[in-house]
C-alpha cells in the first residue's frame, strides 16, 4: 500500500461513515444496535463485530480512538477458512492500536497479515503474550508458506503471511503487566489473568465514561499450570468466549488406551496441536511414560517452533512468573526425535485444526494405514478437518486428493485446560451484572446455549452477535 493510500483511507472511511446511517431498535429494553458506520455521531463507544460469534475481532470505536481487540484468523468450513486469504476491511486500516488476548491464532493470527497491508500501529499485549507470539506466528508462517507450495484448486496458492511479516508485526509489541493501567488517547487498558494459555487476559478498557470487558476462553480452576482467573471487573458491557465443555479427568487413560491400541497393531499415532498449546501434551506423553502407562516411544515434535514455545513456558518457571502455580511444570519425553521414524511412535503436529500445516503430510501418509492412529484433542471448530475426522468421516480431502481414513481415530474432547460452562457462569456471575453480555468465539450451539444460561440463571441480558453486527457500549 502507498502512502498516498495510506492517508487516504481516514477521509474515505469518513465519507462512508455520513453516508450511511443505519440503525434498529435493540430487542432489549435501552439499547440501539448500529448497523452502520456512524459511530462518531454517537457519544458512547460503538462496538462492531468483525466475524460475530465465530471470530475474536472485536472493533472498540470512542470519538477519540479505534482499537481492535483480538485480530484472529477465521477458523471453520473452506468458505471461512478462505476469509483469511482476503484483505482486511476498511475499518482496520483505520486502527489506533490492536490489543491481543492471547498469542494463539484465534487471537493473533491476522496480525501479520494486517501489518503487511500497511498498518503500522502500536499492539498491547501481556508479557507471556508477547513472549509467545513469535513463537505461534513463525510457526504458522512457516506451515503457511510449505502449504502454498502444494496444490491448490484455485490456482497458485499465497500464504496469509510470511515470516517478515511476523517480524515487523512483532516489533509492533508493546508488553503490559497484568494490573497496570494503560493511558491510551481517550481510554484506558487493563489486563487481568484469564488462564488457559501463557500470558492469556481478560481486557477491560474505559473511554467516555463507560467500560468494556474482553475475556477470551477462560482457564480451568484445575490448570495443571497456571493459575485461575482474576475475578472479572465491573463493566457496562461483558464480551465473553462461550465455554466448551469441561474436560474428562480421565482423558490421559484414554490417551494411554489409543496408543496402546496402535502399537499393538505395529502402528503409530498423530496428534494436531499448535506450538502453543503442546507443553501440556507432552508433559502428559512424559508422565504417562515414566508411569509406565505407554511404552516408551519416539516422540517427534514435527513444529519449527515448539521447541522454542517449551522454552518459553520453562523460562516463566525459571522466573516464577504470578500467573504460574508454583507447583507447576513442563516435561519433555526422553526420546524426543526429529524425523519421522519407521517404528511405532507419536507424532505431534499443527495446525491444531488440521486444514494447514505439516499435519497434512503426516495425515496424508497415515490415514490410510489401519495401523495407525489418530487423536484428536479438544471440541475443534466445525467444518475443520480435525472435526471432520472426529466426527468418523471416512475420505479427506487434502491437498487435492482424498485420503481414504482406514486408521482408528479418537476423539478425546476437552484437555480440561479450559473452564467448562459451569466454571465459566460462576466467574462471570461473581460481579454485578454488566447491562448486556455478548457470547462470542465459539460455535453457534454452545454460544447460544450458553448465552441463554446466562438469561435463565443470572438473569443477565446477554446476546450472540451477528458478524458485523455493531453496537452502542
Known sequence: MSDAQQGSRPAALSAARRASVRYRTSPWPGRLHVTGHQAALYPDPVLTFLGGAGCARCLLETPASKLLVGCGLFAGPDALWRRNFSPGPDELHALDAVVLPS?????????????????????????????????????????FEEDSARWCPSGPAVPPFRAEDVARAVALVRPVEFGTLRQLDGAALEFGRSGGRLGAAWVRIRAGGRSVVFAGPLGAAGHPLLRPPDPRPRSDVLVLAAPQPPGDSHLPGRFAAAVH????????????????????????????????????????????????????????????????????????????????????????????????GRVLGHLTRMLPDPRNGVVVLGHPEPGTRAAQLADGVRQLKIHGHYVPVRAEVTALGATGEFAGPGEALAWASATPAPETAFVVEGEPVPAHAFAKALRAEAGWCAVVPEDGERVLC
Open 103 to 143: 498469542a494463539g491464532l484465534g487471537h493473533a493470527g491476522f496480525l501479520p497479515q494486517l501489518v503487511a497491508e500497511g498498518w503500522h500501529g502500536p499492539v498491547f499485549a501481556t508479557p507471556g503474550t508477547a513472549a509467545l507470539l513469535p513463537v505461534v506466528l513463525a510457526d504458522a508462517a512457516k506451515q
Open 261 to 356: 491400541r496402535a502399537v499393538r497393531r505395529g502402528g503409530s499415532v498423530v496428534v494436531p496441536a499448535a506450538a502453543a498449546g503442546a507443553e501440556l501434551l507432552l508433559t502428559m506423553v512424559r508422565d504417562l511414560t515414566d508411569a509406565q502407562q505407554i511404552p516408551p516411544l519416539p516422540v517427534l515434535l514435527d513444529s519449527p517452533a515448539g521447541l522454542a514455545g517449551i522454552e518459553v513456558h520453562r523460562r516463566a518457571l525459571a522466573e516464577r512468573w504470578p500467573e504460574l502455580r508454583q507447583d507447576g511444570r513442563v516435561g519433555l519425553p526422553d526420546r524426543l526425535i526429529e524425523q519421522v521414524p519407521d517404528r511405532p511412535s507419536i507424532i505431534v503436529a499443527g495446525l491444531a485444526t488440521a486444514d494447514s
